[in-house]
């Protein structure tokens, strides 16, 4: 290990400062600390703006001002004063790098708005045959005494510029380099034999830079070091893991391997992902530990919403429905066979443990098919759904001979459904709607009072509402049907039924107070008079 000395002038005194790394056997330095960088980039102030003080402790009035000219030079030219002090303290075969600062300066020198130059030198002018000056921005210049055989054999940028310029000690001059920091690493990291030790302590980011500029220098065998290390590397976060893949991805074309990064965040698997998602769905809903098919709902419910809003997702759309609909009618065909079973006169005699199971499997696919209404009316794809619940007059009519305590979790599917429609969520035909008033209403009006007190997820406001919204979509021979079939219940059953007073009330105005002839023209009746509502 040997070191860079960086010189500082300070009021007549200089100050050296050893900055450690690593030198090859050629004597040339390798992958420089990139505080070398930092601290000189923050140096020089913006172009033009006045420099803020910064206070000492022997002089707090005094303002520090960087300033280092340097003539850029042709081939191998004499270096300022400053280096040539340096090199005096420095021995032959040590590399140097050079930012002389002038003495302190009071603030009201006139040099302040006068363009700052920075410059750093790596490598030992004697033992190379080639300089590279990068030109950064705000006057940032670094100048680099390397060799050509190693350019040469490393990347083919300087190889095609090495080609073309054939003097004694060429100079290859790069403008408006975007990244000296990396770009010195990089043509550093071309006199390392193991890269990819060299890359192990440093962050993801610093790689994708390390890699941009390997790119562009034709150096494969470094962007080749940097994509094991991204192989192998954590990525934390959808952000890194999103520009990680698009640097992989714009490597595609250099003809280096790529495919094992890639292949984190993609499959060449030929099994469709129609038989990933069943498989999945599968797990969750045959799944009898509750904490746990619980949460794994919620993880893929939410997932399945982030697909919605992808437009790649619109051509998977309809094969994920169609294994949804699958896994609903087995439920279907489950639950009603668990119905007919509790159903039977001697199921109630049998031992606790004989009954147990079934009930709990009742409630199990009871709250898989909830759940699965939720993913569909989240897909917009719940009307089907509506139409196999409205047919379900065979589980409709078991419903009255089961216990509430086992039947009340179908009710919850009723009312999620109704939910849906009085929010305008899915949308079922005028006979499919009337057909699943009149199959399911008066089965969750007598679960009512237990779904109020037995289930912590039941809203009942946001239920009733969706009730009577459903209803009043309905033609109005068929709303005064329901809702005066409902009035019998509400006043025998007061707070155990739901309370559907205002779609009562909207049925009532569009009855009596402004009924609507079929030629469109409002006829109010005089003699009936009530207050105003409105409708909702």
């Not at 009149?438 to 679960?447: A, G, K, R, S, V």
Request: proline fraction near 6%; aromatic fraction near 6%.
């Amino acid at each position: 290990m040997a070191e860079i000395r960086l010189t500082k002038v300070e009021q007549g005194q200089t100050k050296i400062r050893n900055v450690p790394i690593a030198v090859t056997p050629e004597g040339f330095w390798c992958c420089p600390s990139p505080n070398v960088f930092q601290k000189s980039l923050k140096a020089p102030n913006p172009l033009n703006k006045p420099k803020s003080p910064l206070p000492t402790t022997q002089t707090p009035a005094h303002k520090k001002q960087t300033s280092v000219t340097e003539k850029r030079p042709a081939s191998a030219a004499p270096k300022s004063g400053a280096v040539s002090d340096e090199k005096r303290g420095v021995s032959a075969d040590t590399p140097t790098v050079t930012a002389s600062v002038p003495a302190e300066r009071t603030p009201r020198s006139k040099t302040e708005n006068v363009p700052r130059k920075v410059s750093i030198e790596f490598g030992e002018p004697g033992t190379s045959d080639l300089r590279v000056i990068l030109l950064g921005k705000q006057a940032f210049t670094v100048k680099l005494n390397v060799h050509k055989n190693i350019l040469v054999e490393n990347s083919s940028f300087f190889a095609n510029k090495i080609s073309v310029q054939q003097p004694v000690f060429p100079c290859i001059e790069i403008d408006d380099c975007e990244d000296v920091e990396i770009c010195v690493e990089t043509i550093g990291l071309m006199y390392c034999k193991e890269m990819k030790q060299r890359l192990i302590k440093q962050s993801v980011s610093r790689v994708l830079r390390i890699i941009k500029v390997a790119e562009q220098l034709g150096f494969k065998s470094c962007m080749q070091s940097c994509l094991e290390y991204l192989e192998a590397v954590p990525w934390v976060g959808e952000e890194e893991e999103e520009k990680v893949v698009s640097s992989v991805l714009r490597l595609q074309s250099e003809g280096i391997g790529v495919t094992p990064v890639l292949k984190r965040v993609s499959s060449d698997i030929s099994k469709p992902h129609k038989d990933t998602f069943s498989h999945i769905l599968e797990l969750v809903l045959k799944s009898n530990e509750e904490r746990g098919r619980r949460e794994m709902k919620s993880v893929v419910l939410k997932l399945l919403r982030e697909n919605n809003c992808l437009p790649s997702s619109s051509g998977s759309v309809d094969s994920y429905n169609e294994t949804i609909y699958g896994s609903c009618r087995s439920c279907l065909d489950s639950i009603l066979i668990l119905f007919k079973q509790a159903a039977e006169p001697e199921f109630s005699s049998n031992s606790t443990d004989c009954r147990e199971p079934v009930v709990k499997q009742m409630v199990l696919e009871a709250d898989n098919l909830s759940w699965m209404l939720e993913i569909l009316t989240d897909r917009q794809a719940a009307d089907e759904f509506a139409v196999m619940w409205a047919s379900q007059q065979e589980l409709a009519s078991l419903h009255t001979k089961l216990p509430i305590v086992s039947r009340h979790h179908v009710s919850c599917v009723t009312a999620k459904l109704f939910v849906g429609i009085g929010k305008g969520e899915l949308l079922p035909s005028k006979d499919t709607r009337n057909l699943l008033l009149q199959t399911w209403l008066q089965p969750l009006i007598n679960d009512y009072s237990w779904l109020q007190h037995g289930s912590r997820s039941f809203d009942r406001k946001v239920v009733e509402e969706g009730i009577g919204r459903t209803i009043l979509t309905l033609p109005l021979e068929e709303q005064q049907s329901i809702l005066l079939s409902w009035l019998g219940s509400f006043l025998k059953s007061g707070d155990n039924c739901p309370n559907l007073q205002r779609a009562f009330e909207v049925w009532w105005r569009r009855t009596f107070v402004r009924p609507y002839a079929g030629s469109g023209n409002t006829r109010p009746l005089d003699h009936v008079t009530t207050p105003k509502v409105t409708e909702q």
